[in-house]
């Protein structure tokens, strides 16, 4: 309850058709296989409504196997913006999205970083929505809204679904002060917010984390310089997983990291969401078998999806996806079996990605 109410009060961030954005902004965008979708993001990049003198556009190429980069070569011959295009394999001997972030941060020239994904689609306001936001309120790490689009099947728009209500709690964590999610896909930090806080040291050797863990960082070193960025204006579009094996792949490469956050509080809130899920997947067996009552399962059940509802209505509302709203009534009977696999997979298991396999247990970079 607490989460729709700090999402409520949580101010828009609205840009005024007279702001003069000043901020030089650098672009960094990891990517590894993506010649299929970089060029339609290359082409929102270009169709900004922002100075391009004050725009540089990073691609770091994590040693992909297809043309990603002659794709990026090709069209940076006839963009007006500065488009630089760097192997990740000429500077360090490994791979890893880590690794990538690191060096595009070290080669940027600009005084505000902002970072998204190759297969990602952008608005024409997205770079002038960050600018207003970091001129006006100067935050050192500010969080973007991510949303699915071009969801044709059932298994898509559920997705969208349970991802808007981790966009949705990730920015209602912000609005409490207590951030505890964000995604790599829409954010942006100050270059000098990345080096106080000492970068990735301390998690280079886990695959995935490259936004939550800075951002616990961040928060942890500057309290209150952390904002959401709540202009619908601001969302960035990714795709939905096709199938159910590379969904499950993902969200497993997501959970591997909550067993390495260092905040104690992420770590609490992390372990209450699995136990809550827990209990309510053992409640159905200890009611069949009479050890309690079912109109008790049946309440915290319910209440459950009230709470959900209210909340996702609102993040819906603002992702302009409300008509999808009706899926989350599907989506309840699969949610919480999958929380609890995801998350012992994310401890104990293994996920491929990209063409690279990682195992949860071990520390290794890649």
Known sequence: MRRWRAWDKMPASVTPASF???????????????????????????RQNY?????????????????????????CAVSVLQIKCLELSDYVNHGGKKAAVQLGVEQAQGELLVFTDGDCRVGEEWLRSYAFLYETEQPYFISGPVCFHQTNTLFERMQLIEFASLIGIGGASIALGKPNMCNGA??????????????????????????????????????????FLKNPKAIVYTKARKDLISFLQQRVRWASKWKSYQSLQVQLIALIVFAVNLLLFLAIPLAYWSTIPFEAVLGAYFTKFAVDFLFLSRITSFLQVRSYLWY???????????????????????????????????????
């Open 328 to 366: 989350m009534l599907p989506l309840q009977f699969v949610y919480i079996p999958y929380v609890i696999l995801t998350a012992v997979l994310g401890l104990f298991g293994r996920y491929s990605w990209k063409g690279r396999t990682i195992r949860t247990y071990e520390r290794q970079r890649v």
């Open 51 to 75: 100075p391009s003198e004050l725009i540089e556009v990073l691609i770091i190429d994590d040693h992909s196997t297809d043309n990603t980069s002659s794709v990026v070569d090709s069209f």
């Open 186 to 227: 829409n954010l942006a930090y100050r270059r000098d917010a990345f080096e106080l806080v000492g970068g990735f040291a301390g998690n280079e050797h886990i695959a995935s984390g490259d936004d939550e863990f800075l951002l616990h960082k961040v928060h942890t070193s500057f309290p209150q310089q952390v904002k």
């Open 20 to 46: 003069q954005a000043s901020t030089r902004l650098t672009v960094i965008i990891p990517v590894r296989n993506e010649a299929e979708n970089i060029l339609d993001l290359l082409q929102d990049l270009d």
